[in-house]
């Protein structure tokens, strides 16, 4: 259900995703999740699978080899992390709290970049702090702190990716791969509050 919830939210906010990241990268943002979740879609629902672990490994495989640019790599990367952290384990807010503490940890290895770069990382990254502090899930919270984390990438100057080409004029545009996180991270709370 998640991946089914993140690729709706990703066909209607296609045409957003693409206009921030017009505004300071290639505009292609929109067009590559669109096209990768969709795929996911397809290939998990045409699929039996024997564990959630499994299917994020199918997620993780088809985001690599079906979205281009930066995001397709880094989000294979950290479904695939997310995929190894619960295999064979129970599922438990711990595991899941590590697993996705895995994954941020994969794209951080992956594009070299730290919190405040204005990437992914700075939603990823209180996410992961979020889920630390609690010992249980708390929808309205984890969606605050994505949204609020994915906003405030507005005000930072850009040091990786694309958009630091930009330099200074990276600053007052929000991150495109940080919207789109909070997206991802928003589909989950919807599925684990339903
Ligand atoms: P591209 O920039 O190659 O066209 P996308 O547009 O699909 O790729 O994705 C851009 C997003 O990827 C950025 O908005 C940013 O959040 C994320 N990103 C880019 N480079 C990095 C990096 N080195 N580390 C983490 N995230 C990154
Ligand atoms: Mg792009
Ligand atoms: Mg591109």
């Keep these: 259900m998640w991946m089914e919830k993140m690729s ?25 999740l669109s096209r990768g979740f969709s795929e996911v879609v397809s290939k998990i629902s045409a699929t039996n699978y024997n564990s959630s672990s499994d299917v994020l490994k199918d997620v ?14 880094l989000y294979g990367t950290a479904f695939l992390k997310l995929s190894m952290a619960l295999n064979e384990k129970e599922s438990t807010f711990e595991t899941f709290t590590t697993g996705v503490d895995e994954a941020l940890n994969g794209i951080i290895m992956r594009g070299k970049a730290q919190p405040g770069e204005k990437t992914m990382v700075d939603v990823w990254s209180p996410v992961v702090k979020l889920f ?5 899930f708390n929808s309205d919270k984890l969606k605050d702190v994505a949204r609020e984390a994915a906003e405030a990438t507005k005000d930072v100057k850009a040091t990786k990716g694309r958009a630091s080409y930009l330099g200074d004029r990276s600053i ?17 709370a ?5």
């Design 132 to 136: 630390k502090e609690t010992n249980e």
């Design 8 to 32: 709706i939210k990703v066909q209607e906010n296609k045409e957003y995703l693409t206009s921030l990241d017009q505004a300071i990268g290639d505009g292609d943002h929109g067009i590559n």
């Design 190 to 194: 919807e599925v684990l509050s339903e």
């Design 172 to 188: 007052g545009h929000i991150d495109s791969g940080s919207m789109s996180s909070y997206y991802l991270f928003e589909a989950l």
């Design 60 to 73: 993780a495989m088809t985001l690599m080899s079906k979205v281009g640019g930066a995001s397709g790599p």
